[in-house]
């Protein structure tokens, strides 16, 4: 009699198991009312009222396969159906009607929807007790089997409620997973592409009346970093944008000279981890935004490496509280089990990465 069929959970999900092939478990361990069957034909009760006996073990075996397919969403009254057969089993089988307990329990245990079943199972796995009132011949092994059963599917609907919440948990960590990032790569985008704006835009103000050629240049350098860094947004809040090293290499000198900063490049692309470059681009570009915006340095030096980079400034050196780029920075390299330093240097300030 003993039988696991999926939880009401799965019948939402149109891959499950349980859902496609259900309705064959259900019939597979119907084999078991052979047993009420028999007795209802071994019984002394006049023939109507074993016909009637009969029809409604047939009617019981078609609503409990239903009960676990197109129905599965009305599983309460489904079950109500089910004990109310039940009830009708017993002028004839007396005791024996009890003997559909197990899936009573089972159905119960596995397909009502929370938090109905947690007091419907054991209202059902009780009423065997009943037998033991008025029948001094009740086979013992019968408890030994029924409470299992029902005993097994709760376990199993436990088991299954709690991956549920864990998967619900895991999905809710990931979309928070998934915010933190599109955060963290629009503030360092944005971030570094406004201080380029601002930086393009300054020297064009001061070279309008001195060099207008060159003002003019600064001009449409400006939009097209405007245009970049929209493509970039909009690549980042997809999940499509992955940073390069090559460009951001060649990239931060010529901002970084728009800024009145001299830079040394010490190292190649090539000498660095290819598992690592989109990482250490990001590390680059934020590093270069912060010089930009907040060092004052009139030098840096970038140092690329088998196992990281790293960046010096002769700026004011570090002040204050860690700020979001910084921690961005951070939670990037950890991620990949690497270490993110800032030290002072003499004087500025020092951020090197190291990568496994």
């Given amino acids: 009699m003993s039988h696991l069929h999926g939880p009401a959970s799965t019948a939402e999900d149109p891959s499950s198991p349980w859902q496609r092939w259900g309705w064959a478990m ?32 047939a009617v019981f075996a078609v609503l409990y396969v239903l009960g676990y397919t197109v129905w599965s969403q009305h599983a309460l009254l489904v079950l109500a159906g089910l004990v109310t057969l039940t009830a009708a089993l017993v002028p004839v089988l007396g005791v ?7 899936y009573l329990g ?19 796995a009780a009423v065997p007790v009943l037998s033991l009132f008025g029948s001094d011949d009740f086979p013992v092994f019968f408890f030994i089997l ?29 979309l928070v997973a998934e915010r933190e990032r599109v955060a963290r790569d629009v503030h360092d985008v944005l971030g570094h592409s406004l201080t380029a704006l601002s930086v393009k835009a300054e020297l064009a103000a001061r070279l309008i009346d001195l060099d207008p050629e060159r003002a003019k240049a600064e001009l449409e350098s400006i939009q097209e970093t405007a245009r970049s860094a929209l493509a ?11 940073a390069n090293l090559d460009a951001e290499v060649t990239a931060a000198p010529r901002v970084l000279a728009d800024a009145g900063v001299t830079t ?5 692309v090539a000498d660095t981890d290819p598992r690592h470059r989109a990482l250490l681009a990001w590390v680059l570009r934020e590093s270069v935004t912060n010089v930009v915006r907040h060092s004052g340095a009139g030098s840096v030096r970038i140092e690329l490496g088998a196992h990281g980079i790293a960046i010096t400034d002769d700026g004011a ?15 990037r390299v950890q991620g990949a089990g690497g270490t993110l330093t800032v030290t002072p240097a003499t004087p500025g300030t020092r951020v090197e990465v190291g990568l496994p």
């Fill in 264 to 268: 040394e490049v010490v190292g190649e």
């Fill in 232 to 242: 970039e947004v909009r690549a980042t809040v997809g999940g499509l944008r992955a």
């Fill in 26 to 57: 259900a019939v597979i361990w119907l084999g078991f009312l052979f047993f009420p069957v028999a007795s209802a034909l071994q019984s002394d009760a006049p023939p109507l009222a074993t016909t009637a006996t009969l029809a409604a073990i």
């Fill in 317 to 331: 050196g570090p002040t204050g509280p860690e700020g979001n780029g910084l921690r961005g920075m951070r939670e």
């Fill in 146 to 174: 029924v409470w299992p059963i029902i005993g097994g599917c709760t376990i199993v609907r436990l088991l299954t409620d709690a991956e549920v919440k864990a998967d619900a948990t895991r999905q809710s960590l990931a």
């Fill in 106 to 124: 089972a159905y119960s245990a596995l397909q009502v929807p929370a938090p109905q079943w947690r007091w419907t199972t054991p209202a059902i």
């Fill in 96 to 102: 024996d009607a009890l003997g559909v307990t197990p």
